[in-house]
Every structure is written in structure tokens, then in C-alpha cells.
């Protein structure tokens, strides 16, 4: 009986291993939130899903946090501007 020869099988190439980050900026393929999401994805951190009535609501609450602040640098600045009005005049 004559022998048969198995083929060889060629090993697969692995190209998705890679020893430098090939994210650069100013190629085609470079993507700025690509590192973020890797690190977010490894320690398991999901951004939360947010409607459109809990976004104003947030952006709301935050300008009423720095109302008091705004006024307060309104009213600082207003009392130098009347000092200085009434010191050179």
C-alpha cells in the first residue's frame, strides 16, 4: 500500500497582537476615545444611559449651582467699579 503524504497545514497568522500602540495620531484609522473606552472596558465601567429630561435636569441643577457664585463676582466687581467712580472723580 502506498504511503500518502498529509498536507501541511501552514500555522494561522495571529494579526491582532500588537507590541506598540497603533493608535497615532494623524492616521486614518486613529481614533482619540479609543484608549478611554479600552481602560473603561477592563475595569468594568459602564457609562449610565441618560434620557434627554435627565440631561437638562442635570445641565439645570448646574447653572443653579453657580448662580450664587456668578452673582457674587457680579456684586464684587460692581462695588470696585463704584469705588474707583467715586475716587477719580
Known amino acids: 500500500m502506498p504511503k500518502t503524504r498529509k498536507k501541511r497545514q501552514k ?17 486614518k ?3 482619540p476615545t479609543l484608549e478611554k473606552r479600552i481602560n473603561n472596558k477592563k475595569m468594568g465601567i459602564v457609562p449610565p444611559k441618560v434620557t434627554r429630561k435627565e440631561y437638562w435636569q442635570m445641565v439645570r441643577g448646574a447653572f443653579a449651582a453657580m448662580w450664587p457664585i456668578l452673582l457674587g463676582f457680579a456684586a464684587i466687581f460692581g462695588l470696585i467699579w463704584l469705588f474707583a467712580y467715586m475716587w477719580l472723580s
Open 11 to 27: 500555522p494561522e497568522l495571529d494579526t491582532t497582537t500588537t507590541f506598540a500602540n497603533m493608535n497615532i495620531e494623524g492616521f
Open 29 to 31: 484609522w486613529y481614533d
